[in-house]
Nanobody, 129 residues
Framework: QVQLVESGGGLVQAGDSLRLSCAAS????????MGWFRQAPGKEYEFVAA????????SYADSVKGRFTISKDNGQNTVYLRMNSLKPEDTAVYYC??????????????????????WGQGTQVTVSS
């Protein structure tokens, strides 16, 4: 059974840092690009960050560029999202997603939801001002 399980969310103050983790099971990590999306209350899903299969290429939303870092450990089947200098507008449920080799190329770090076919259940991040 393919599964993505996020962890690491919580309640923090503006300016604090958090690291989200996404543990994958039932899929071969090196054949999947990985991404993070988020959804704030009453808003659409928003792309946050992505990393290609090999881990050498990343992409970020402009709103998080310079503050967030995505990385993956293929040996541990885990992808991380390091979030620094958090702002209240970062408050959302954060979702981890996997994009199979059928949907994205080796060098691709996709930023669109349609490229992702496996999703986690999400972890809440709340940033107070």
């Amino acid at each position: 059974q393919v599964q993505l399980v996020e962890s690491g969310g919580g309640l923090v103050q503006a300016g604090d840092s958090l690291r989200l983790s996404c543990a994958a099971s039932g899929l071969t990590f090196t054949t999947n690009a990985m991404g993070w999306f988020r959804q704030a209350p009453g808003k659409e899903y928003e792309f946050v960050a992505a990393i290609n299969r090999g881990g050498g290429r990343t992409s970020y939303a402009d709103s998080v560029k310079g503050r967030f870092t995505i990385s993956k450990d293929n040996g541990q089947n885990t992808v991380y999202l390091r979030m620094n200098s958090l702002k209240p507008e970062d408050t959302a449920v954060y979702y981890c997603a996997a994009s199979s080799s059928a949907l994205s190329g080796w060098n691709e770090a996709p930023s669109t939801r349609i490229k992702y076919n496996i999703w986690g259940q999400g972890t809440q991040v709340t940033v107070s001002s």
